[in-house]
């Protein structure tokens, strides 16, 4: 693993529209073991080991960014926990962590190995995780993700808050689903001190079905809630897109990402890079760089500091996401278990 004493301290980054890009998402694989309805196809055609970096080659990359200004790293996928060894690098990040360098180091998972997992993401300094949750009804459950087991994913939910883990549940909005869980996943998270957010479908890549009869507006289901709940605007972040709101009756924080309904480009302080080592700076654009190639043409940082330094002036002002009602095509081909959540 690449020792800081040979990093250089580097200016922080700033894109063209004056934002300072602090946090990056990093897909360690882009394969899972669930093939959830809105985020794969059933048959899907995962990336052949050799193409993608190893830990050690992601480490580097992690770290180039770190020295770069990042503060907020988040470990996605595909699955980040199927990774083989992936707590390697879970473990030799975490050195950020105790120089200071980095302030946040955490995960998105489907929770399925995260009963395995949770004390050793503690005591690598990981101290918040987000959970892909969208239903509490196990044939739900079972039907949105193609082969999960929700007792699996419970548990690890369990394991982690024993862990002493901070759990935050992510749900998509299904319509014809959450329309009538969205009440009964409120009380059940906010009941267990979990925050929740609710985020609208996105159009990436082909999946099976059309995203114009899974799409549920976030305005329509925040109405709904309304008729039974009293939600107050608080000015709670946590470096991500959602915003927050209060649930008085339960006390609980509920979030909203609303790529579709109302875009949160306007602050975006995030990008990302896939487990092959290209970097996307808007998850809604197509205009990508490749960082593995100087990367590997360099055992010092200095091409790929270049790459990374040309890859943020070219960071656009905001994604543009439609789900398209007449061809029903997605508005990127890439599925998101390519780029990572």
């Not at 190995?113 to 004390?119: P, T």
């Not at 044939?139 to 993700?145: G, K, P, V």
């Amino acid at each position: 693993m690449l020792d800081d004493r040979v990093m250089a301290a580097g200016l922080p980054m700033i894109d063209p529209f004056g934002r300072s890009i602090d946090y990056l998402r990093v897909s360690v694989t882009d394969r899972c073991d669930f093939r959830c309805v809105y985020c794969m196809s059933e048959d899907m055609t995962f990336l052949p080991k050799k193409d993608l970096l190893t830990l050690e080659e992601l480490d580097r990359l992690c770290s180039a960014f770190i020295a770069k200004g990042v503060r907020k790293l988040r470990l996605t996928g595909g699955e980040p926990l199927v990774r083989r060894d992936i707590m390697t690098l879970f473990r030799s990040l975490s050195r950020h962590l105790d120089s200071g360098r980095l302030q946040e180091l955490t995960l998105t998972t489907n929770g399925s190995q995260l009963a395995r997992f949770a004390a050793e993401l503690k005591s690598c300094g990981v101290e918040r995780v987000n959970v892909s949750l969208d239903t509490l009804d196990p044939d739900a459950f079972r039907a949105i993700t193609r082969w999960g087991d929700l007792a699996k994913v419970l548990e690890g939910i369990d394991k982690a808050q024993e862990a002493g883990l901070a759990v935050k549940i992510n749900a998509v909005a299904v319509k014809g689903m959450t329309e009538t869980e969205a009440f009964r996943l409120i009380e059940w998270a906010h009941g267990r001190g979990m925050d929740l957010t609710f985020i609208e479908v996105m159009p990436l890549g082909d999946v099976s079905g059309h995203r114009v009869d899974q799409y549920l507006p976030l305005s329509v289901l925040r109405a709904q809630l309304l008729d039974r709940y009293t939600l107050e605007d608080i000015p709670y972040a946590t470096g991500g897109p959602a915003r927050y709101v209060r649930v008085a009756e339960t006390g609980g924080r509920l979030g909203f990402i609303t790529p579709m309904t109302h875009n949160f480009c306007e602050s975006c302080n995030r990008v990302r890079i896939t487990c092959t080592g290209t970097l996307f700076m808007c998850l809604g654009q197509e205009d990508a760089a490749d960082l593995r190639s100087p990367l590997r043409a360099s055992e010092s940082n200095g091409l790929l500091d270049e790459a990374i330094d040309r890859a943020i002036a070219r960071k656009p002002k905001g994604h543009d996401f439609i789900i398209d009602r007449r061809t029903k095509q997605p508005s990127v081909s890439r599925h998101m278990s390519m780029t990572g959540g």
